[in-house]
């Protein structure tokens, strides 16, 4: 859920930024079968960035159930631990990553369910 | 068998300072008692608790590095449970990741240095260079 929200404005961005050129072909032609000149198809195509893993990219070794900050980020508003298909954790650090927010939801640091409180 | 664990509790809101080192200060002493000793103390403070808490809404969160024998943290678990102040509390063993993650670092920092020593040949590469060039002038 959070996910979808962080994404939503980055999206836009590149539809306008590629939208122009697509009517004069100046696509590859990777994308052309499927997807026409503006078609509903092509446009999807954009929106799907390469996700990765965050902990990767930025060499984030400890995944601590403390850092509630961190782990704050991979957990939806309704305090649901955020599925590897939308955040682009790899799979070794997903599960360290499901581990410490279980430790720090135990610790209330971390909501379990849908939050009681507003 | 010695391990590391960190002990991380929390008080009730509603209670003093000197009351919150009391209660630290016989865990402490339940910990060294059981065979264990205490690495550190961190009073992390009032935090707001992400769900109620036997109706708390606050709790004072302390951490707490041990080492020791897991009998020991049984034992100090087992007291912890029915110290009244005490709302919450996790223990977790820390050495094992500790382990992981020193081996993380050394092979992190094995491969800097490999590009180190890349960057010194260069540097020293670039000195060599400009010393004939310094030297020029002063033949002329």
Redesign the interface.
Known sequence: MADENVQQPQAPAATEGGGSPRPQGGRPPRSGPGGGPGGPRGDRKYFRRKKVCKFCTE?I??ID??DYRLLGQFVAESGRIVPRRLSGVCTPHQRRLSRAIK?A????????AS???P | MQRTYELMFILRPDMTDEDVDKVVATVDHQITSAGGTVKSVDKMGKRRLAYLVRNFADGLYILVTIEGPGSAISEVERRLRVTEPVIKFITVRVDEEQKRLTKVKAIRDSRRRGQGTHAQAAAAEAAQTAEPAAEAPAQA
Do not use: E, G, M, T
């Open positions: 060499k070794d400890a159930y403390k430790q939801r135990n610790i209330a640091l971390l909501p379990f939050a009681s409180r």
